[in-house]
């Protein structure tokens, strides 16, 4: 039977809430444990980047609570590049061992970064086929995690509380932005916000989960480079009350991820609410 499309019905669904919790907390013991060690240059990954220590190890333990709990899944990872959990795998999931490694490099213990995951219910999902999204931010300890149709959280120091975007609407020099200046398409945004102030911590970690928390009211960012970061922010945002469009205000919840964007760069609008979100576009499409 191929398995490209198919949730797993016939046994009982894994438990993706607790193994995203176990699965990230043991990335940020990880990162505790290595302290200065992490920032060893180890490898190049796939995109030709270097991989220090603290990527590699936060991955590996991600994968193995997966092994443990032995989830059929198949993972596309940053560092590991594709991995397959058990033989005949039903689910998807993307991982970022170290999302923000500059930053972490610039002041480890102190800058905005973060280990990422996120699970989908099918091998060729769309977004909204998300299951369990989560963000380890490892400087502040906090985790960020959503899973369908619970809303979003943040645990910390044992409490889990629910967060939400901040639900703002217009456009103004009020509203707080972050724009990715990694790509060039953004800069191109940048370009044109005029009297609109933005900043860049530079890392997905940081404007998803602060977007998510209310934080922030944009995010504008770009595909690019297997579109990790951006499946697992889907889920966050979404369940926190956002939305993630395109240029042309459409959803990316139809979108397959396997396909979209995922060659090239494509502006991307994260946003507390699809009106701001229209706002922003409209804004920026009078500016040529």
Known sequence: MNNEGYS?????EP???NIMQL?????????????EKGEETVTKNQFGETALRIDMEAEEVVLKALRDARVPIHIIAEEHGTVDITPHPTYLGVLDGLDGTNRYQAGRGRERYGTMFGVFSSLNPTYSDYLSSG????S?????IANKGAGSFVVEK????P?????????????RIYLNQYWGVCRNIADKLGSLPFSDPRAYAAYFSDLASGAVD?????????????????GLITEAGGVVVDMQGESLGNKKYLAFGQKEELPIIASSSEQLARELIKYVGARG
Do not use: C, P
């Open 218 to 234: 944009l995010v504008v960012s770009s595909t690019g480079k297997n579109n990790l970061e951006l499946a697992i922010g889907y």
């Open 163 to 175: 967060i939400h975007a901040s639900g703002r609407e217009h456009l103004d020099t009020e509203t």
């Open 135 to 138: 963000i380890m931010e490892h």
């Open 8 to 12: 797993q019905t016939a046994e009982k």
């Open 15 to 17: 438990d993706f809430e």
């Open 23 to 35: 699965a990230l907390h043991a990335s940020y013991a990880v990162h505790e444990a290595l302290g």
């Open 158 to 161: 044992g409490a889990k509380l």
């Open 140 to 144: 502040t300890g906090k985790l960020f």
